[in-house]
Structure formats: structure tokens, C-alpha cells
């Protein structure tokens, strides 16, 4: 009975394939051994302030520091005190960890760049 | 003994077959929003072992069904390593294209992501590699001696459970149901589902079921072989919802639901996918 025997175009493939199942399968149980599953610890920084059509905009970074996904994130901005003060608030469906998603906070009247106050309200765990 | 080297047409032929095959059951949970949730969702020691299950699913497709018709272990390896491979690059390769992989997401993130649905992707392309050829390459296929035994029946039919229902089971729409559905109609469509497998595998002369489903020699045997196909049906459905984290804090009648739910579809894998993957 005939033998197949492989062509140089299948010992490529095979090669490139086994490499990416090794590394695939190296990395998540590395992962395992290695990334402790913390739960999500949620970090917001923000930019600079732009003037857009009739109101103003702070763009906002939230970065997960923990290994756990953070779901339905509220975040909440408050600028200025007293009679000035103003409110607004970002919702993110998912934020991975050790990832981070982008977004932007409106305000009607024009905030204190020095004044911004971010809150991280709440999130859940799916 | 003659060696002989398979020419390189050859070669790309098959693998244009097999992602033919891997895109054809794959596109469908390639563009579903919960499976790339899952991706970031399930934990680093579940996506090892439904990798690894991928895995062992593969070997046991290719052991008993693969393109190459003498085959030794080694050989079944090579082909699982190659079209697991290929199933990493070619979902990678889609998920960039949708946008569903940046460079700002985390390594975890992209490799989880890719990890979820590789698996049925690389199914799928195997499954494309020897079904979707033309039927000349089969002239050595059918001399060989595959008579159908039970450790085959049940590894295709895990795998053409999954291949089927795995691209509904994150869906929202499964928890769905399951909860809002009374219980009477959660028997029926427990009782339709081995009927339909029955139908298929001993009645209605389905594609490849004279050669691949054991002879019944009585209505006994008959029933034994529709059990064992909605057994399979269900364990392969609640390892899905369980590896998509859909038994979270669920309550058993939940877990027995949701699995009842998603054993519609994976039975038609079990029977028909079964069949069609293997004739």
C-alpha cells in the first residue's frame, strides 16, 4: 500500500500550527499559574476639556487593574461646587482586565478644568 | 511499500476546503456579540479545558472519520495540531477584520477571545477538509473496514453536537427561554428533540445512516440508540453552557432547563450533523 508522505507546503503549515497550539495553550496555563484572578479595580483618568456643539466634553479613560471583568460600569463626573455644581455620568457595557475603554463626559456650562471630581459608582460581575 | 510525496495542489485544495468548511459553521458565532464577551468573561482554567476538549474532539474526528485513509497516531496528531492551528489563525484573522481585535485590548483579552471560537472553527474545518470534497478521493475510504462501533458513534456526535449548537449557546436567547418557558412545554421540546434523532438515525433513511448507525435488531436496540444519542445531546449542552458561564448562581432547575433549551439544536447535531459529517 502507498505511503503519503507530506509536501514542504504541509510541513510549513504543520509547523506554523504547532507553534501557535503551543503558544496557546503555554499562555493560558501560564495565566493560570501566574495572573492571580483579582477582581476588578477600577482606575479613570481623564483629558482635556474640548468645546463641541453646544456643550463641553472630558474625554475619559477607565482602565481595569484587576484580572476579572467589570460589567455595566457606571462612572460618574461632578465639576465645580455649590451653585455651580454639575453632574454627568458614562456607562460601560464591559470592561475587561487588564484593559481599558474610552469614552467622554458632557457638561452644559463651561467646568473648571482644575475641578473635575471622578466616581467609579458601581459595577457587577458577569 | 511505496512512498509517495502528495503534490502541493493537493494540499491547497484541502485547505481552501477546510476553510470553506470552518467559515461555512463558524461565520454565524464569529459575529455574535456574547461569544467574544465570552472570550473575556471565562476564566483562564476554562479556556484551557474547552481547548483541550477541542482537542480531544478533533483527534477523535480525525482518528474516525479524517481525510487520510491510512492513518497512524502520529499522523491524526499532525492533522489535530494543523487544523487547530489553522482555526486559531483563520478566527484571528476575521476577528481583526470585524474590528473585534485592537491593538489597545489586552494580550488576555485577543487570546481569550480567539481561544472561544477557534474551537468550532477548527471542527468545522476539519469537517470541511473531508466532506466537501469531490467524491473520487473516497475510492480507498470506502475498501477500508469502518464498521460503526460505539466509542466512534458517540466522538462524531459529540463533535457534530457541538459544531451545531455552539453557535447559539452564549446567546442571551437560550437563558431566554429557558426561563420564561412552562413546564409542560419544556417536556415537549425535550420529547421532540429524540424524536427528531430517532427519526433520523433508524427511520427516515438519512444520509449515510445504513452505513454509520449499528443495525438495530430490535425496537430495544432502537431505543438504546436514541438514549444514547439525547444523552450525548444533553451532556454536550450543559458543558457549553457551563464553559460559557450560563449556570452561574443558576438554580437546577435552571441548569436542566437551559440545557433542555439548547438540546434541541445540539440533538440535530447529534443525529443529522452527525451523519452529514462523516457520509
Known amino acids: ?126 | 511499500m511505496t512512498d509517495f510525496i502528495i503534490p502541493v495542489s493537493d494540499s491547497l485544495k484541502e485547505y481552501a476546503r477546510g476553510i470553506t468548511g470552518g467559515l461555512l459553521f463558524s461565520l454565524p458565532m464569529l459575529y455574535t456579540m456574547e461569544l467574544w464577551w465570552a472570550g473575556f468573561i471565562a476564566s483562564p482554567l476554562r479556556l484551557l479545558i474547552y481547548f483541550f476538549v477541542g482537542i480531544l474532539l478533533l483527534l477523535a474526528y480525525n482518528h474516525y472519520v479524517g481525510i487520510r485513509s491510512s492513518h497512524t497516531l502520529l499522523e491524526g496528531i499532525a492533522e489535530t495540531i494543523e487544523e487547530m492551528g489553522m482555526g486559531l489563525l483563520l478566527t484571528a484573522t476575521v476577528l481583526w477584520l470585524s474590528g473585534r481585535i485592537t491593538t489597545d485590548m489586552s494580550f488576555s483579552e485577543i487570546s481569550g477571545k480567539i481561544i472561544v471560537e477557534a474551537v468550532t472553527v477548527a471542527i468545522g474545518i476539519s469537517v470541511g477538509k473531508t466532506q466537501l470534497g469531490t467524491s473520487d478521493d473516497d475510492d480507498d475510504q470506502e475498501v477500508e473496514e469502518r464498521e460503526p462501533h460505539i466509542e466512534r458513534e458517540l466522538g462524531i456526535a459529540l463533535c457534530g453536537a457541538i459544531l451545531i449548537a455552539s453557535n447559539v449557546a452564549p446567546t442571551e436567547e437560550i437563558a431566554v427561554i429557558a426561563l420564561e418557558i412552562e413546564n409542560y412545554k419544556l417536556l415537549l421540546i425535550a420529547f421532540v428533540s429524540i424524536i427528531i434523532g430517532g427519526i433520523i438515525l433508524y427511520y427516515s433513511n438519512f444520509k449515510g445512516s445504513k452505513q454509520w448507525v449499528r443495525k438495530p435488531n430490535s425496537q430495544t436496540d432502537v431505543l438504546a440508540g436514541t438514549v444514547i444519542m439525547y444523552a450525548i445531546t444533553l451532556t454536550s449542552s450543559a458543558f457549553m453552557l457551563w464553559f460559557f458561564g450560563r449556570f452561574n448562581g443558576l438554580s437546577l432547575h435552571g441548569i436542566i432547563a437551559e440545557s433542555i433549551v439548547l438540546g434541541f439544536p445540539a440533538a440535530l447535531g447529534a443525529s443529522a450533523g452527525r451523519l452529514l459529517i462523516q457520509s
Do not use: C, R
Open chain 1, 1 to 126: 500500500m502507498a505511503k503519503e508522505k507530506k509536501n514542504w507546503l504541509e510541513w510549513v503549515v504543520l509547523f506554523i500550527s504547532g507553534i501557535l497550539v503551543v503558544f496557546t495553550l503555554g499562555y493560558i496555563v501560564y495565566e493560570i499559574i501566574f495572573e492571580e484572578q483579582t477582581s476588578p479595580d477600577i482606575v479613570v483618568t481623564y483629558g482635556k476639556i474640548e468645546q463641541k456643539t453646544g456643550y463641553i466634553a472630558l474625554p475619559i479613560t477607565a482602565t481595569n487593574k484587576g484580572a476579572e471583568t467589570a460589567e455595566d460600569l457606571h462612572i460618574e463626573v461632578t465639576t465645580g461646587n455649590g451653585d455651580n455644581k454639575e453632574q454627568s455620568n458614562l456607562l460601560f457595557n464591559y470592561l475587561p482586565g487588564k484593559s481599558s475603554v474610552k469614552g467622554w463626559v458632557t457638561f452644559k456650562n463651561n467646568p473648571d478644568p482644575a475641578q473635575f471630581e471622578v466616581h467609579v459608582l458601581g459595577y457587577s460581575i458577569p
